[in-house]
T-cell receptor
């Protein structure tokens, strides 16, 4: 069935390092794709999204490009900060209603 | 403005008991979703309400799970005869309308522990 697969964590980086969190999906057609973030002690919130192939979503220095050729939506940031420590979830829409999430990747950034 | 609220924030119950979890969506949001977040399973869709349409129950894991949404606003998720595998964080989300163009706003969740 349709699914979302993201790299397992935890990912541990030093401040100012480059971040990539891989995400691939299976789907019929071209669903909208999302990255959600869950900061410690807070609720899940939308980080960025892309609604069609080749779109690039961006927010707070994070970027992800919708690649239909590789069915991927990898999350990147050029220079991470301690405040970016959180759990990141890749997601896609299912039949225009609910979201299908990956299992989440924990990022820990140290100063 | 007020976000999505859920109650209780934590619930501990004995195996076999019934529990009710409540969600208050953002005012004016017609779409409401329930998800479950558990170790090893990640985030799973449970049920979706859109306006007055019949809910999409395709994610409910068993017939012990049910949900209703009264008056198009507050929703209650009920788990009957709870089992230990029901232990998880139950998340509610709402959006202005259904579909990928509308951001889903999540509540803080209810942590359910079945002993």
């Amino acid at each position: 069935g349709d699914s979302v697969t993201q790299m397992e964590g935890p990912v541990t980086l030093s401040e100012e390092a480059f971040l990539t969190i891989n995400c691939t999906y299976t789907a019929t057609g071209y669903p909208s794709l999302f990255w959600y973030v869950q900061y410690p002690g807070e609720g899940l919130q939308l980080l960025l999204k892309a609604t069609k192939a080749d779109d690039k979503g961006s927010n707070k220095g994070f970027e992800a490009t919708y690649r239909k050729e590789t069915t991927s939506f990898h999350l990147e940031k050029g220079s991470v900060q301690v405040s970016d420590s959180a759990v990141y979830f890749c997601a896609r829409h299912q039949a225009g209603t609910a979201l299908i999430f990956g299992k989440g990747t924990t990022l820990s950034v140290s100063s | 403005g007020a976000g999505v609220s859920q109650s209780p924030s934590n619930k501990v119950t004995e195996k076999g008991k019934d529990v009710e979890l409540r969600c208050d969506p953002i005012s004016g949001h017609t779409a409401l979703y329930w998800y479950r977040q558990s170790l090893g399973q990640g985030l799973e869709f449970l049920i979706y309400f859109q306006g007055n349409s019949a809910p999409d129950k395709s994610g409910l894991p068993s017939d012990r799970f049910s949900a209703e949404r009264t008056g198009g606003s507050v929703s209650t998720l009920t788990i009957q005869r709870t089992q230990q595998e029901d232990s998880a964080v139950y998340l509610c989300a709402s959006s202005l309308a259904g579909g990928p163009d509308y951001e889903q706003y999540f509540g803080p969740g209810t942590r359910l522990t079945v002993t």
